[in-house]
């Protein structure tokens, strides 16, 4: 990722209580990245970063789109995106990632960059399987191909009772109750 301070949040500067941000996210945006997942896309960031003494909670509210490709046709579309978000930023001696959410930072720390959190979350709001609005409608080829029997030990046309292949030692210590 390309260091870009816009998406950066003063926190030095920041009182202990609530306070409200918003970004739009563009091309521009995801061009900072150096992936393929989203090309482009037009979201709103709604950030309420709530300051305490000891931790820091910032809620992301993300909502719009992002162009994507269908994995069955490699058509472009745009997939709509609409989730909700949230870091848990504490302070201790050293800056680490303690969780997928749970950021720690030194008490020393200016600034709060977001917009690796902000990528991160666009992509955790995408399925996984990219279909064009099109196919979303269409059933299944099979319906059931979740419950399709893989494997099995059984011949076919055997009994589910298996009492009679049973080792006859086996039957005896059924018997001591």
Not at 16 to 29: I, Q, W
């Amino acid at each position: 990722m390309k260091k870009d301070s816009q998406y950066d949040i003063n926190i030095a500067r920041l009182a202990d209580k609530t306070h409200h941000f918003a970004f739009d996210l563009d091309r521009s945006f995801f061009e900072l990245f150096d992936q393929e997942l989203i090309p482009d896309g037009s979201v709103h960031a709604d950030i309420t970063l709530t300051k305490t003494e000891r931790l820091i909670t910032v809620d992301f509210d993300l909502r719009g789109t992002v162009r994507q490709v269908c994995d069955r046709s490699l058509d472009d579309y745009d997939q709509k995106i609409d989730a909700q978000e949230q870091l848990l930023v504490r302070f201790g001696e050293e800056t680490q990632e303690l969780d997928d959410n749970v950021l720690q930072i030194t008490p020393d720390t200016q600034t709060l960059p977001l917009a690796q959190h902000l990528f991160d979350y666009i992509g955790l709001a995408l399925p996984m399987k990219k279909l064009h609005p099109r196919f979303q409608n269409e059933p299944d080829e099979n319906p059931d191909a979740d419950a399709t029997l893989i494997f099995t030990t059984r011949k076919e046309g055997e009994d589910d009772s298996d009492d009679d292949d049973t080792d006859p030692r086996w039957n005896a210590l059924k018997n001591l109750n």
